[in-house]
């Protein structure tokens, strides 16, 4: 998008020290916002983050925070309200995989990914709300009182053998989205989300840097190509301006092709 579509807002971005959420609040500062870079061990990376933003004029503060606890959700929003006064977009990013056959998956693993893909979100996202409905709202800054976007996955709609307790999380967020997006749209909070494909960062690693996990990634890919962090943070900044004012429940898959059933593409 042209020009600086969120000047004046305040945006937090969790998980924002790597791969996707790097992106989405590298591009929401370069769109003009206000931003916390938010993550739980990587110091040096949100450190280093917040100093390019910086650099660039941009105004940025690093919070080390575990989204997937209440004290840890309760430290980022205070912060936020400590540093801006509040907060107009909240982007619940944050994400982790803890793989295994399901009948290998120890409880553990279950919980540790629920607790951080699902509950997180849903911490960060009570957080956003009760933000917005302290903060005045100015409608020339941002035509709705506040945004939350989660990051979902291809994987909210496409079962994933060796991987039930991310595509449970990742499904029961489409729901907490779309429950929360009718709850609140009357008070113009707007709810949304964005849903990857396969987006090349340290999560799928093992996959893309190995050169037949590569080919066979691709081949469920219609568009032809792995797709890169800022594919996402592009249609993050729209939906988090008021270009998509009216969008609203949503969630928008940016995967090349990859929720069309591309076994189908030669048959029939
Ligand atoms: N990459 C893909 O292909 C893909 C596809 C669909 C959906 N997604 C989703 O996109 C989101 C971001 O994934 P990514 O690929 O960018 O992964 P990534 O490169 O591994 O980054 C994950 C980020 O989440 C942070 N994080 C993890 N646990 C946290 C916690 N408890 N509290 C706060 N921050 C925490 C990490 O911070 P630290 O490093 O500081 O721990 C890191 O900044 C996730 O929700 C993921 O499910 C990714």
Known sequence: MEGKPLAGQRALVTGASKGIGNAIACAYASAGASVVVNYRSSREEAEQMKADINKSGGEALAVKADISTIEGCEKLFRSVEQEWGG????????????????????????????????????????????????????????????????????????????????????????????????????EKIRVNAIAPGAIQTDINEDVWSDEEGRKKMLQLIPYGRIGEPEDIAKAAVWLASDESDYVV???????????LYPSFRDAG
């Open 249 to 259: 429940g949503t969630t928008l898959f940016v995967d090349g092709g990859m929720t």
């Open 87 to 186: 907060v107009d977009i909240v982007v619940a990013n944050a994400g982790i995989q803890r793989d295994a056959a399901f009948m290998e998956m120890s409880a553990e693993d279950w919980h540790r990914v629920i607790d951080v893909n699902l509950t997180g979100q849903f911490i960060c996202a009570q957080g956003a709300v009760r933000c917005f409905r302290r903060c005045k709202h100015d409608p020339e800054i941002s035509a709705a009182r506040g945004k939350v976007i989660f990051t979902s996955s291809v994987h909210q709609k496409i079962p994933w053998p060796g991987h039930v307790n991310y595509a449970a999380a990742k499904g029961g967020l489409k729901l907490l989205m779309e429950t929360m997006a009718l709850e609140l749209a009357h």
